[in-house]
């Protein structure tokens, strides 16, 4: 086994297909098959199930995915150490982001870190936590910001901020409120909130039980942006973290109140995996990333109705 097999299965597990790993790798289709048959001999183990759509990690295949991932990032962490040696801080960083973090302050995150650091090499990509921390946990990204699970032990989490979640509607909505809601409200009005697949539908659910009873939402859609457009511009409302609602409530397009008895509280951590060793690319990235996050929670904070 050596540093090249390990490149290659990784590339293969990754693309599921001869074909597209061997163009990404540039090497031609033989070639890729025979070092994956070496990796195979020297292991003693089948890691791929062969078939005429494509290829699939057997059990052993899974496990060595894992492993050769860390490895692959440590040596890849190596040559930025030595690098940072001669006062530069470059590398690749591959981070997955909740959409509500992303949709807030990527843009202008990304831009930072393009200006401050032109030797780091980016790749985000947005998802839910729970595939996030299998993405993190299996070497396919390094860092990952995600609404804080409890009870995951297998991730080393740095805490980011904790933000209130608030009840927040279109400025033509007729709607009579408080200037805090009880949660307990939200039983009777026409909301719009994420599906059961979202991390912050669970927070609610499990809010919801708290209080004994379960929210009957008209619409279940998981793209935030089009929740804040819908409530925007119909009599519908939502609960969504601060930083979900910021670009809108700036904007004067929707309203915000606090919900109280109980209130909600989202905690954005970032995670790594527990053996990955963290490179100064890393933490310069999430340095500006975590500063903006923070920004933009208190900002519209600030938005909210008292």
Known sequence: MDFKQLQYFLCLAREGNVTRAARQLNIVQPALSMQIAKLEKSLRKQLFYRSAHGVSLTPAGETLAGLAGSIM?????????????????????????????????????????????????????????????????????????????????????????????????????????????????????????????????????????????TLNPRLEIDTLSAICEIIATTDLITVLPGIALYPDLSAGRIEAHRLRKPGIVRTIAWVTHPRRVVSAAMTAVMDIIAEDLQTAATSASRLVNR
Request: with cysteine; charged share 25%; hydrophobic share 45%.
């Open 73 to 213: 990032q440590n040596v890849d962490h190596a040559r930025d150490e030595m690098a940072r040696l001669d006062g530069k801080i470059s590398g690749r960083v591959g981070i997955g982001m909740i959409t509500s973090a992303a949709q807030s302050t990527l843009a202008a995150s990304s831009a930072k870190i393009a200006v401050q650091y032109p030797e780091i090499q980016l790749l985000v990509c947005e998802g839910y936590t729970e595939v996030l921390l299998d993405w993190v946990a299996t070497g396919q990204l390094d860092i990952a910001v995600v609404n804080l699970p409890p009870g995951k032990s297998s991730i080393a989490a740095r805490h980011i901020l904790d933000e209130e979640m608030m009840l927040a509607y279109g400025p033509s909505n007729r709607i009579e409120l408080p200037t805090v809601v009880p949660y307990r409200r939200l039983k009777e009005l026409g909301i719009v909130i994420p599906s059961r697949r979202h991390g912050l539908r669970r927070i609610l659910d499990a809010t919801a039980a708290e209080v004994d009873f």
